[in-house]
């Protein structure tokens, strides 16, 4: 299966780890726009991803900052973060981001998906695919990077702006194997 993607800014994983931490769900609404199949399965890849336990690692750079990174795992019920050397758990449950994750989609302008061409990630083949969002304030361009044998996505590159001089770019790879709840996370 072949499918290309556009994203809002909170759609990208780190961000609705994010969100999840620190906000309800907002509820799930009708969406205003018509979904095309390839975006469909773009966003059907991030469901599954956010579904699926996993422990993921993003470095951010903001234009004049150095780099920041964050690492979380998430489990079938919870997200944690790793905050100054200690793992902080979150209340929101998978079934909370993906919720945000379509309350997000329904505020978006624009939602266009494309197929770029294949590529391996370590030796594993992956679909790659471009999506540009448009929610009025925020722009996101994303590459990502969904193995062909799973469906998850392995990598995510997300250039986020209003401006398009002061894009914020985000790298995130995730890895599935053998995820438990962080020892010692509270």
Not at 34 to 59: F, G, M, N, Q
Not at 135 to 146: A, C, G, Q, Y
């Amino acid at each position: 299966r072949r499918l290309t993607l556009e994203i809002t800014v909170s759609t990208s994983s780190a961000l609705r780890v994010l969100l999840a931490l620190s906000f309800a769900a907002a509820p799930l609404a009708v969406h205003a726009q018509t979904v095309s199949a390839a975006c469909k399965l773009v966003l059907d890849a991030h469901t599954k991803e956010i579904s699926t336990p996993r422990h993921s690692y993003l470095t951010q750079t903001d234009p004049g900052k150095n780099p920041t990174t964050l690492e979380t795992i998430s489990t079938p019920t919870k997200a944690f973060m790793l905050l100054d050397g200690k793992w902080v758990g979150g209340a929101n449950s998978p079934r909370d981001q993906i919720a945000q994750m379509q309350e997000n989609l329904r505020n978006t302008k624009v939602y266009e998906c494309r197929n770029l061409p294949d590529a391996s990630i370590d030796g594993v083949a992956t679909f790659v695919y471009f999506a540009h969002s448009d929610n009025e304030s925020i722009k996101t361009d994303t590459k990502l990077w969904v193995e062909k044998s799973t469906g998850l996505i392995l990598r995510e590159e997300i250039d986020m702006y209003s401006d398009p001089s002061a894009r914020r770019h985000i790298v995130e790879r995730y890895d599935y194997k053998n995820v438990q709840p962080p020892a010692g996370a509270r």
